[in-house]
């Protein structure tokens, strides 16, 4: 069985236009919510806001959760654990650099983003957006990291 990799992705909507990023994996341009992988010792929240500053050059606030993805791709069966966070972003940065890969940001519209489909780097990238819009949302918080040394300590004082 593959490795499960837990990453981090935003929605952002502004009148009816999706933030994303044009990035280049394997060689190819895809297009992607502002995602990455969560690092060690960073928190989901954390990892989200710092993703979206690297590779758009935006700050982002947070405000829910709009869906959890399991997903396993095709070619090479890695397999995925996204949270997607929904919010807003402030604060625009225009000469900051943006992460290495990422050639560019760009608003598109749901329906811009649909015809594209052979461009998005995965399913998850329509599905996180029509959640949004269908208004699936959690609270920030769900997600609890815990100290697992600390919970071991704990539980032999019981």
Known sequence: MSELHLTVAAVIERRGRYLVVE?????RAVIN???????????????VVREMQEETAWEFIPVAISGVYLWQHPDNGERFLRVV???????????????????????LTRQELSARHEQLRSPMVLRAIDDYKAGSRY?????QQTDIELLAERAEVV
Do not use: K, S, Y
């Not at 919510?33 to 990892?47: I, M, N, S």
């Not at 919010?87 to 890969?101: T, V």
């Not at 609270?139 to 997600?143: A, E, L």
């Open 23 to 27: 990035e280049m994996v394997g060689g």
């Open 139 to 143: 609270p920030v918080n769900m997600f």
């Open 85 to 107: 966070f929904c919010g807003h972003c402030q604060n625009h940065l225009p000469d900051q650099p943006l992460d290495e890969g990422i050639l560019r940001t760009l608003w």
């Open 33 to 47: 919510q502002p995602a990455g992988h969560v690092e060690a010792g960073e928190t989901l929240r954390t990892a």
